[in-house]
């Protein structure tokens, strides 16, 4: 793998610390602001929202640049907002802070998708994205319990600045290491919007809300699940999250291994047996041992999806891919929001902490049935073409005997 997947995983890995360290400094935040806990998680929310809308608009802003400068500029986007939040003096800025490098989160992941394909062979394409996305897995793992650890005994203020110390240095890595790519001559902004007519892409899209939408279902209220179901401490939280994010490490390995291979048999494994264990879950949950690795299951099979469902935006927006890739990056935050608020409605209906494993369920099944859909649509697609060629070239045939 060229050295320049190692600069985009190194930006990878800083965008998912940030997004994710808030969680774990919430309280001390809150504390110094003088908010409270649910008006100081607008951090987040107000996060996930940037990256939603930033994503498909710095795209767009993109298109006029090499995609190697536009991802030198997120990063540069992405350094300014976690400065501005490290230094904010009041609330409002924290947050605008905040919403300032979510803008940079999805394009750079969008951009990144295409530029790390186009750095590999045409059956390694995969495994490219797949080096990308493992600074985001990685940062599950390591960032973010050490961010957290820093913001407790050494204040927020300075996880926030460390976080835009490894922006600069994502920056220089990207700036040294990443080739000049130019823009693709000829692609315009409504090729890149015509990518969305291919009702592929929309497909791949939709199993991406739904499918990682069944992940945070599960994930956004795993500390109450633990704590008040399975039985563990407070400060077991932790750790219990850091076996989540191994599960994503090898989910996103696998994922990245096998998508080049077997994309399709891939998703259907994948997506089948992640509805089987969430809806297990609800039930593994009363018991520390299964509580723990059911949870490593879901971050190994929810992010074995990754690779190939980016994978396959790519394929079929072929030609003018950069948008479509980006906006499928918004898509993961548009799951997580749905999950988020099904979950939230059915504790709140009286189901307790244990029923956001069967809306995840759910929404991973969804995301099955589309994959089976998607495929048969391409087979019917094949079909079509196989007879349209067929009738072509008998018709040729029949004109050179005339």
Wanted: proline share 4%; aromatic share 8%.
């Amino acid at each position: 793998m060229p050295l320049a997947l190692l600069a985009l995983a190194i930006g990878a890995f800083g965008i998912g610390t940030t997004e994710f360290v808030i969680m774990g400094v919430l309280p001390e935040v809150a504390g110094e602001f003088d908010v409270s806990i649910p008006t100081a998680g607008f951090l987040v929310t107000g996060y996930a929202l940037g990256v939603m809308f930033g994503a498909p608009v710095m795209t767009v802003l993109g298109t006029k640049v090499s995609r190697k400068r536009m991802l030198m500029l997120l990063m540069g986007l992405f350094i300014a907002g976690n400065l501005l939040s490290a230094l904010a003096p009041v609330y409002p800025v924290m947050l605008l802070g905040r919403v300032v490098a979510s803008l940079a989160h999805g394009a750079f992941f969008g951009i990144g998708s295409v530029v790390a394909a186009d750095l590999v062979a045409p059956d390694r394409k995969a495994g490219a994205i797949a080096m990308m996305f493992s600074g985001l897995t990685i940062a599950n793992v390591v960032g973010v319990p050490l961010g957290t650890l820093i913001g407790q005994t050494l204040g927020w203020r300075v996880t926030f600045a460390a976080v835009a110390v490894l922006g600069v240095v994502g920056l220089l890595g990207i700036a040294r290491l990443v080739p000049e790519m130019p823009k693709p001559e000829g692609v315009r902004l409504r090729h890149e919007l015509a990518a969305f007519k291919n009702v592929q892409v929309l497909l791949a899209m939709a199993m991406t809300v739904l499918g990682f939408g069944g992940v945070l279902a599960a994930i956004t209220y795993i500390a109450p699940m633990m704590t008040h179901v399975a039985g563990f401490a407070d400060s077991s939280v932790t750790w219990l999250l850091v076996l989540f994010g191994l599960g994503m490490v090898g989910g996103n390995l696998v994922g990245g291994r096998y998508a080049d291979r077997a994309l399709m048999p891939l998703l259907y494994v994948s997506l089948g047996t992640l509805a089987v264990v969430l809806a297990l879950f609800a039930f593994t949950a009363h018991d520390k041992a299964a509580a723990a690795v059911t949870l490593a299951l879901i971050g190994a099979l929810g992010f074995a999806t990754v690779p190939p469902l980016q994978k396959r935006v790519l394929n079929h927006a072929h030609g003018a891919p950069t948008l479509a890739s980006a906006v499928n990056i918004g898509a993961f935050n548009l799951g997580n929001a749905l999950a988020a608020w099904l979950g939230g409605l059915v504790i709140d209906a009286g189901f307790g902490y244990t029923a956001p494993n069967w809306v995840g369920a759910a929404l991973a099944a969804g995301a099955l049935v589309l994959a089976f859909l998607s495929a048969a649509l391409e087979r019917k697609e094949g079909v079509s073409s196989t007879v349209v060629t067929g009738a072509a070239a008998a018709e040729q045939r029949t004109a050179a005997h005339r």
